[in-house]
C-alpha cells in the first residue's frame, strides 16, 4: 500500500514559513521567501482565496505582498491587521478586501489578463498600498509601522501575538526578551529578560498575565514583568516524547490539536485526551514551518463542507497543504434517550415476570 498523502493546496515561488487563516474572509495568508541572500528567491506575503468548487476546497492567489529584501518568518491576525516578524523587526501590515458592485467588478474582470493564478505561479509581487481586483474581490494591503524588536548579536524574532482587544502587541526573539508594544504605533510599553536564550512561543490573557516558553526548557506566566509562576522541564516535567514535533496549533473550540514535525510529518489530535485522529508520515519531507486551523466561525463552517475540521500545514519546500478529518460518525441523542427509555422497560418487564408482584 503506498503512503498516505494530503492533498497540496498551493505552491509558492519560495520557501513558507508562516501561515494565518482570516476568518471573516476565509482568507489563507501564507508568508515566507528566500531572505536577503542575492539568490533570485524572493520575499513575500500571499494572500490566497479559499473556495469551494466542485465539492473541493481550493485556494487561488489573490493577492501578492512584496516584503523586498525581509523575509517574513512568523505571523500574528488581528481583525484587518498582520503582525510579520522579518528578520529583527516587526511590520504591521493593514488589509482590507470588499467585494465590488455591480458594473465595476464586471469592468474590472475584463481587465484581468489570464487565469486565476494557483499552484506554481510566479505572480507580480505589490507593493505597499497596492490594489489587486480579482473575480469581483478588492484587496488592499498597506504598510504600517515597523520596529526593531530583537537585539542579539544574531537578531530575529520568533514569535509575535496580539492581545484579546488588539490594543497590545508581545514580541520574543533570540535575546531572550520579551517586548510589548502599544498598536498601531509600536510604542513600546514593557521590556524585561523573560528566558535565558530564544523564546519560542508566548501568549497574552485577557488579565494582563502573559506566558512564555523558552529554549532553556523553562515555561514562565508574568504579570507584567513579575514572574507569576514557572515550570521547568528538567525538573518537575514529563519525558519528552521520540516525536519531534516542531510547530502546533489549536483549534477554535479547543477541541482539536494540530501538530508539525522537523520530518515534515503532520498529525491531528483531541485535544484533552491527546488520541491521535490523523496522522501523515513525512507529508512535507521536510521540517514543517507552521500549521493553522480552518476557523469554526465566520466564512469557517461553509468552507468546511462534511468535514470535523481542517489543517493547513506550510514547509520549506513551499507548499500548502490541506489535512482534512472526516466527521466521525456518532449516535443522535435522541437515539441514546429511546435506547435508556427501552433499557429500563425491559428490565422492569423481566422483574416482573421473574418476582410476581414486585410492581
Same mark, same amino acid.
Given at each position: 500500500?503506498?503512503?498516505?498523502? $494530503?492533498?497540496? +493546496?498551493?505552491?509558492?515561488?519560495? !520557501?513558507?514559513?508562516?501561515?494565518?487563516?482570516?476568518p471573516? @474572509?476565509g +482568507?489563507?495568508?501564507?508568508?515566507?521567501?528566500?531572505?536577503?541572500?542575492?539568490?533570485?528567491?524572493?520575499?513575500?506575503?500571499?494572500?490566497?482565496?479559499?473556495?469551494?468548487?466542485?465539492?473541493?476546497?481550493?485556494?487561488?492567489?489573490?493577492?501578492?505582498?512584496d516584503? #523586498?529584501?525581509? $523575509?517574513?518568518?512568523?505571523?500574528?491576525?488581528?481583525g484587518?491587521?498582520?503582525?510579520?516578524?522579518?528578520?529583527?523587526?516587526?511590520?504591521?501590515?493593514?488589509?482590507?478586501?470588499h467585494?465590488?458592485?455591480?458594473?465595476?467588478?464586471?469592468?474590472?474582470?475584463?481587465?484581468e489578463?489570464? !487565469?486565476?493564478?494557483?499552484?506554481?505561479?510566479?505572480?507580480?509581487?505589490?507593493?505597499?498600498?497596492?490594489?489587486?481586483?480579482?473575480?469581483g +474581490?478588492?484587496?488592499?494591503?498597506?504598510?504600517?509601522?515597523?520596529?526593531?524588536?530583537d537585539?542579539?548579536?544574531?537578531?530575529?524574532?520568533k514569535?509575535?501575538?496580539?492581545?484579546?482587544?488588539?490594543?497590545?502587541?508581545?514580541?520574543?526573539?533570540?535575546?531572550?526578551?520579551?517586548?510589548?508594544?502599544?498598536?498601531?504605533?509600536?510604542?513600546?510599553?514593557?521590556?524585561?529578560?523573560?528566558?535565558?536564550?530564544? &523564546?519560542?512561543?508566548?501568549?497574552?490573557?485577557?488579565?494582563?498575565?502573559?506566558?512564555?516558553?523558552?529554549?532553556?526548557?523553562?515555561?514562565?506566566?508574568?504579570?507584567?514583568?513579575?514572574?507569576?509562576?514557572?515550570?521547568?522541564?528538567?525538573e518537575?516535567?514529563? @519525558?519528552?516524547?521520540?516525536?519531534?514535533?516542531?510547530?502546533?496549533?489549536?483549534? #477554535?473550540?479547543?477541541?482539536?490539536?494540530?501538530?508539525?514535525?522537523?520530518?515534515?510529518?503532520?498529525?491531528?489530535? &483531541?485535544?484533552?485526551?491527546?488520541?491521535?485522529?490523523?496522522?501523515?508520515?513525512?507529508?512535507? *519531507? &521536510?521540517?514543517? @514551518?507552521?500549521?493553522?486551523?480552518?476557523?469554526?466561525?465566520?466564512?469557517?463552517?461553509e468552507?468546511?463542507?462534511?468535514?470535523?475540521?481542517?489543517?493547513?500545514?506550510?514547509?520549506?519546500?513551499?507548499?500548502?497543504?490541506?489535512?482534512?478529518?472526516?466527521?466521525?460518525?456518532s449516535? !443522535?441523542?435522541?437515539?441514546?434517550?429511546?435506547?435508556?427509555? *427501552?433499557?429500563?422497560?425491559v @428490565?422492569? +418487564?423481566?422483574?416482573?415476570?421473574?418476582?410476581?408482584?414486585?410492581?
Amino acid at each position: 500500500m503506498g503512503r498516505r498523502r $494530503a492533498p497540496e +493546496l498551493y505552491r509558492a515561488p519560495f !520557501p513558507l514559513y508562516a501561515l494565518q487563516v482570516d476568518p471573516s @474572509t476565509g +482568507l489563507l495568508i501564507a508568508a515566507g521567501g528566500g531572505g536577503a541572500a542575492k539568490t533570485g528567491i524572493k520575499n513575500g506575503v500571499h494572500f490566497l482565496q479559499l473556495e469551494r468548487i466542485n465539492g473541493r476546497l481550493s485556494a487561488s492567489l489573490l493577492h501578492s505582498h512584496d516584503t #523586498e529584501t525581509r $523575509a517574513t518568518m512568523n505571523l500574528a491576525l488581528a481583525g484587518d491587521i498582520l503582525a510579520a516578524g522579518q528578520d529583527a523587526h516587526c511590520q504591521l501590515l493593514r488589509f482590507q478586501a470588499h467585494q465590488q458592485q455591480g458594473n465595476k467588478a464586471e469592468k474590472a474582470g475584463s481587465k484581468e489578463q489570464g !487565469p486565476r493564478q494557483r499552484k506554481g505561479a510566479a505572480p507580480a509581487e505589490k507593493k505597499c498600498g497596492a490594489e489587486t481586483q480579482h473575480e469581483g +474581490l478588492e484587496l488592499r494591503v498597506e504598510n504600517l509601522q515597523a520596529v526593531q524588536t530583537d537585539f542579539s548579536s544574531d537578531p530575529l524574532q520568533k514569535v509575535v501575538c496580539f492581545n484579546h482587544d488588539t490594543t497590545l502587541l508581545a514580541t520574543g526573539g533570540t535575546d531572550g526578551y520579551v517586548r510589548v508594544w502599544k498598536v498601531p504605533s509600536l510604542e513600546k510599553v514593557l521590556e524585561f529578560k523573560a528566558h535565558e536564550g530564544e &523564546i519560542e512561543d508566548l501568549a497574552l490573557g485577557p488579565d494582563g498575565k502573559l506566558v512564555t516558553v523558552g529554549r532553556d526548557l523553562k515555561a514562565s506566566v508574568w504579570q507584567k514583568d513579575q514572574l507569576v509562576t514557572q515550570l521547568h522541564w528538567q525538573e518537575n516535567g514529563p @519525558t519528552f516524547s521520540s516525536t519531534p514535533y516542531r510547530y502546533q496549533a489549536c483549534s #477554535e473550540s479547543g477541541t482539536f490539536l494540530g501538530l508539525g514535525t522537523v520530518t515534515g510529518s503532520v498529525a491531528i489530535y &483531541i485535544a484533552f485526551s491527546l488520541q491521535c485522529l490523523y496522522y501523515v508520515r513525512e507529508a512535507h *519531507g &521536510i521540517v514543517v @514551518t507552521d500549521v493553522a486551523f480552518l476557523p469554526e466561525k465566520g466564512r469557517g463552517p461553509e468552507l468546511l463542507g462534511s468535514h470535523e475540521t481542517a489543517l493547513f500545514s506550510v514547509a520549506v519546500d513551499s507548499r500548502c497543504q490541506l489535512h482534512l478529518l472526516p466527521s466521525r460518525r456518532s449516535v !443522535p441523542v435522541w437515539l441514546l434517550l429511546l435506547l435508556c427509555v *427501552g433499557l429500563i422497560i425491559v @428490565t422492569i +418487564l423481566l422483574l416482573q415476570s421473574a418476582f410476581p408482584g414486585f410492581l
